[in-house]
């Protein structure tokens, strides 16, 4: 009698145990069973993945321009993303070389160019026809800015082509040789540096971002505005080409370092008499039994950055101008929502036209830092991140100068 009873358990206990085996096998079918995706999620998973990328190249390699990421409108951050992006993936590049290359390298560096022309010739084919399936490049950058153009912003692949040809340019020419003067720096800046203020002002004047853009399109349009559009053009020009000046000064003991290389313009080395062997001593090593050769490196940096400051001054002087044209032709316009608007702008600049020349703000702090420190550019107070960015940044575009 208790066998029988105790059979009956066993036999309950193996049929439940068998049941529960039976649920979680269900459950975990279930679980195991893939999901399924539509495009449109994929798509966003991809844009998603590509700003992440494009952010963290951009805070390893330009981290000034991250922080002033920040002044643009949530709408825009994509295309200044991908354009700084951009510019950054050619820089590894072209300044990314090393002397005295085979053939062969000089080659795949070409195929490397070749290839970021592909991707602006498919964002060429998705701005010619916006209705065409959602095709993305592949590349962080060139994927944000497809997209940029999918959602109906200006993206200047003009100004595009334009840096790939320079910073091309620049590869095959002066880092052999270095730069032959300053106006040679000016050139690259303005092939590289002055091209990214122009794609950036194209994104900010897009029509299709209405409210935000559409003043400064009309004012634009205005007959009277063409010194307004030339004063635009050349201020961010003089922007950019400051810019490269400055940064090959910030970057001289990179060049010595890694290429064995003074990247500052020859007819200055000539000038104030430098001994290149010396001088590659110095900034190597930090220090130099001649005081002579720290003095006549500190004359060159100097001079050097001379030209950048006056880019600078040159670029305000027209910005203050800009300032008081727009003021002119809103006033004669007669036009009542022209005017009514105007008078909602930060000293009467609108977003979409003073926020390129932000860009110029690091270097205006550089040269600040420089000069304090009597253009010694090997100074180690000149290594510390500049903390007076942020504020700078703020106050520039609170009170519009720079």
């Known amino acids: 009698m208790i066998q029988s009873r105790t059979s009956l358990q066993f036999q309950r206990s193996i049929h439940s145990t068998r049941q529960l ?3 979680n096998s269900a459950t975990l079918r279930e679980i195991q069973k893939p999901q399924k995706y539509t495009f449109q999620q994929i798509y966003e998973t991809k844009i998603e ?15 000034s321009s991250f922080l002033l ?12 993303l991908g354009i700084k992006a951009f510019n950054i993936e050619l820089s590894k590049i072209s300044l990314g070389f090393q002397p005295g290359a085979s053939s062969k390298s ?55 082509r334009q840096m790939v040809k320079s910073h091309q340019y ?17 050139s690259f800046g303005e092939g590289t540096n002055s091209q990214v203020n122009y794609a950036i002002q194209s994104a900010l004047l897009s029509p299709s971002l209405k409210e935000f853009s559409n003043f400064s399109i009309r004012l634009l349009e205005l007959p009277e505005s063409n010194d307004i559009r030339n004063n635009l053009s050349d201020i961010s020009a003089h922007l950019g080409q400051a810019t490269s000046v400055c940064s090959f000064v910030i970057a001289l003991k990179y060049f010595v370092d890694t290429k064995g290389q003074l990247m500052l313009p020859l007819d200055i080395l000539i000038k104030n008499k430098i001994p290149q062997e010396d001088v590659l001593r110095l900034i190597k090593n930090g220090q130099t039994d001649t005081p002579e050769v720290k003095d006549a490196l500190k004359n060159a940096v100097f001079e050097t950055c001379t030209t950048a400051n006056d880019h600078i001054l040159t670029a305000r002087s027209k910005f203050d101008s800009l300032k008081q044209q727009i003021n002119n032709v809103v006033k004669n316009s007669n ?13 009467g600049v609108p977003d979409c036209l003073f926020l ?47």
């Open 21 to 23: 085996l039976l649920r």
């Open 49 to 63: 993945k590509a700003r992440q990328d494009c952010v963290s190249e951009i805070k390893k390699f330009d981290g």
């Open 170 to 186: 620049f590869l095959k020419n002066e880092s052999k040789k270095g730069f032959d003067n300053v106006e040679k720096v000016c």
């Open 335 to 347: 036009d009542t929502e022209l005017m009514s608007h105007f008078k909602t702008f930060n000293h």
């Open 106 to 160: 000089e080659r795949f560096n070409d195929m490397k160019f070749a290839f970021w022309e592909e991707q602006i010739d498919k964002c060429e084919m998705l701005e010619q026809d916006p209705n065409s399936p959602k095709v993305l490049t592949g590349e962080p950058a060139t994927t944000l800015l497809s997209d940029s153009i999918r959602n109906g912003v200006n993206i200047n692949l003009e100004a595009l």
């Open 356 to 402: 390129p020349f932000m860009n110029g703000i690091p270097t205006i702090l550089y040269l600040e830092r420089l000069e304090k420190y009597d253009f010694d550019v090997l100074n180690p107070n000149l290594k510390f991140k500049e903390w007076r960015l942020a504020w700078r940044a703020f106050r520039s575009h609170h009170g519009r100068f720079f």
């Open 69 to 80: 990421s920040k002044f643009y409108p949530g709408f825009l951050q994509d295309a200044y």
